[in-house]
């Protein structure tokens, strides 16, 4: 199991590996569905084993994914999980280089393309999986004036809440439950 602890990215290079679509992809279902091996990867995702072989081991050398040779029947399986439950970065942590600043601005692109299409998949899904949850899907948003050092609190608030939900013990209560997509941005804007 991944370490529930948020790891904070620092290094350009482990920022640009882990903001690929497809491998942001892999740490997502690494973490929602726990270790898998390439070919369990590959199906999953529809792509070539090889291709999936190829991302995992980038993301293995820049310690996002680790190899679980415990899971392994034999010598030639390899099975990967996290390292961490949850990634973070500041594009703060890459302004003194260009070059790392770059990839910062394209890895929070990459990411808010993500969030987006995220949501535009589930508004795009047929109506009878949408009725299913009913008025439980959510979207929000409010409009507040605050400090820097507010906006800070509201995210360190929402942070703690996210990481609570993530870290709950589920009930073994018999009711099936389906990963949910949640995100929040807190920027500042004028209406």
């Known amino acids: 199991m991944a370490n529930s602890e948020i790891r904070t990215v620092t290094d350009s290079r482990v920022l640009a590996a882990m903001s690929h679509p497809l491998r942001r992809r892999l740490i997502d279902i690494l973490i929602v569905e726990g270790p898998a091996t390439a070919s369990m990867l590959a199906e999953r995702t529809g792509q070539a084993a090889a291709n999936i072989s190829h991302h995992l081991r980038v993301l293995g050398s820049c310690a996002l ?104 013990e589920i009930p073994d209560d018999g009711q099936r439950r389906e990963t949910v997509f949640v995100f929040a941005h807190g920027v500042p804007a004028r209406p």
């Open 65 to 168: 994914i680790e190899e679980a040779p415990e899971l392994a029947r034999d010598r030639r399986e390899r099975w990967w999980r996290p390292v961490s439950a949850s990634l973070r970065w500041s594009s703060r942590d890459f302004a003194g280089d260009p070059a790392s600043a770059a990839v910062a601005a394209a890895a929070e692109s990459l990411n808010l393309d993500f969030h987006m299409n995220t949501v535009r998949a589930w508004y795009a899904a047929p109506e009878a999986e949408q009725e299913v949850w009913s008025d439980t899907a959510f979207s929000m948003d409010k409009w507040l004036r605050l400090t820097p050092d507010e906006l800070a609190k509201l995210s360190h608030e929402l942070s703690a809440l996210f990481q609570r939900w993530a870290g709950r």
